[in-house]
């Protein structure tokens, strides 16, 4: 009997049964009434419990969960009831949802037909990598008459993990064949046909490069004979994801490394597609779960492996040992995308001479965040002197961002500065403008 719960409807009659008892201190014969509709309450809750219990499996339920979640993506989870009862029952879902999520009101109403099986769906968006533990799936099942329910309890316990984004993958691949993104309107990057990978002679078409023409093969042809490039393959490309204190900023509930981890799960994948290797690092005091660049079956998901439990340090990043480590580490140059963020110029400086060593053996590009609080707060009006302040500090910082693509630049090192939604499609551009360029 512990299944059986009261409902709202069996509390309003009896408090309609109490009135009448009220009503009889100075109308006596009501007494008879209010004694009549408790004994047809009384009946009828008995009869409702019958019902309830009288399918041994009335209903049957199933969470079915996704093999695992992607972070910071909206991931579907589905549930399916089946209703065994001859008549048709009315359901309350209560799901018990990973306490990440902390979503305490959760609640799903639905009317089943008999022998119906119903679905449907709900959406969680995690924000943090690790395992998440699902509770009971609690049925509360009620009959017609309304005024009690049975619960009945699927599924325990379920545990899922969530792993660096992956669900986008496909689509950012689709985009990345085609070299198009959408950010802001459409933007193409244009292959530049020099310093690729001959692939064949074709005839020359309007719009070829004629400087690709093949005079020998002109003449044996007696038209105009081209050379057509493809891109270099099997290049070497490493992420390089910096774990120290200032990636645990936080933007939309995710950190700093949670959207680098996100980029670089988006960015191995194209490069893997594109016939580079892919290769990832990790950084905060010293090198870390490393994993070298190589395009064979299976690198993605040794990628994903080892991304899955990175977690931020409370140390200031060493990027003398990080210069050291790469310097006997990756011994052919490399294109290095390396994940970090610097909020000050001095910030900066103190680090510039090791990027610089980096920079001479690999080419280099500083990926860094802004910050789209202050970005806010530089467009928003300013209403009093107070305001007037925070906008001064916000565009002081955004000034000193500015002032860090200029001293990079002065020194050839190419930088990324963009916002933290924007992270994965930003990179793979940058990436395919790079390899559009010839630059590695």
Do not use: C
Not at 188 to 194: D, E, H, L, S, V
Not at 406 to 419: A, N
Request: proline residues 2%; glycine residues 4%; aromatic residues 12%.
């Amino acid at each position: 009997m512990k299944a059986i719960f009261l409902q709202q409807r069996l509390f309003f009659l009896l408090f309609l049964i109490g009135a009448g008892y009220v009503i009889s201190f100075f109308f006596p014969f009501f007494v008879w009434i209010a004694h009549g509709l408790f004994l047809l309450i009384a009946i009828l809750v008995v009869l409702d419990i019958l019902l309830l219990y009288g399918q041994k499996k009335g209903v049957i339920a199933q969470r079915i969960l996704p093999e695992k979640l992607s972070n910071g993506d909206e991931n579907w989870i589905e549930i399916t009831i089946q209703n065994n009862y001859f008549f048709s029952i009315h359901v309350d879902i209560i799901d018990e949802i990973p306490f990440q999520f902390q979503i305490r009101d959760f609640l799903i109403k639905r009317t089943i037909k008999p022998n119906e099986n119903s679905q449907l769906q709900y959406k969680l968006e995690p924000k943090e990598r690790g395992e998440y533990n699902f509770g009971s799936l609690n049925i509360f099942a009620k009959s017609p008459l309304g005024l009690v329910s049975k619960k009945h309890i699927f599924q325990k316990n379920q545990t899922l993990k969530s792993y660096p984004s992956f669900i986008h993958l496909r689509k950012y691949e689709l985009m990345a064949l085609q070299n198009e993104f959408l950010l802001g309107g459409l933007k193409k990057i244009r292959k530049i046909g020099q310093t690729m990978e001959f692939e064949k002679i074709k005839e020359y078409v309007q719009g070829d490069d004629i400087r690709t023409i093949n005079w020998k093969a002109t003449s044996k042809q007696n038209k105009l004979m081209v050379n057509q490039y493809q891109e270099e393959k099997s290049q070497k490309i490493y992420l390089l994801i910096d774990k120290g204190r200032t990636m645990q900023m936080p933007f939309l509930g995710m950190s700093l490394l949670d959207y680098s981890i996100n980029a670089s799960m988006a960015l191995s994948h194209i490069i893997l597609k594109k016939g580079d290797r892919a290769g990832v690092m990790s950084f905060a005091k010293k090198m870390e779960n490393t994993i070298v660049a190589d395009n064979k079956a299976g690198q993605l998901k040794k990628i994903s492996e080892i991304l899955y439990n990175l977690q931020t340090d409370f140390f200031e990043s060493d990027f003398n040992r990080l210069y050291q480590d790469l310097k006997f580490g990756i011994n052919q140059r490399s294109l290095v995308m390396l994940f970090t963020n610097f909020e000050t110029l001095d910030n900066l400086k103190r680090q510039l001479k090791y990027m610089r060593g980096i920079s001479k053996n690999h080419l280099l590009v500083v990926v860094f965040f802004k910050n789209s609080e202050l970005q806010n707060l530089m467009i928003a009006p300013a209403k009093n002197l107070e305001d007037t302040y925070d906008k001064i500090i916000a565009e002081k910082f955004d000034f000193e961002k500015k002032l860090i693509i200029q001293e990079l630049r002065k020194y050839g090192i190419l930088s990324l500065y963009t916002k933290p939604e924007n992270l994965s499609i930003e990179v793979i551009n940058k990436y395919l403008e790079i390899k559009s360029r010839g630059m590695i």
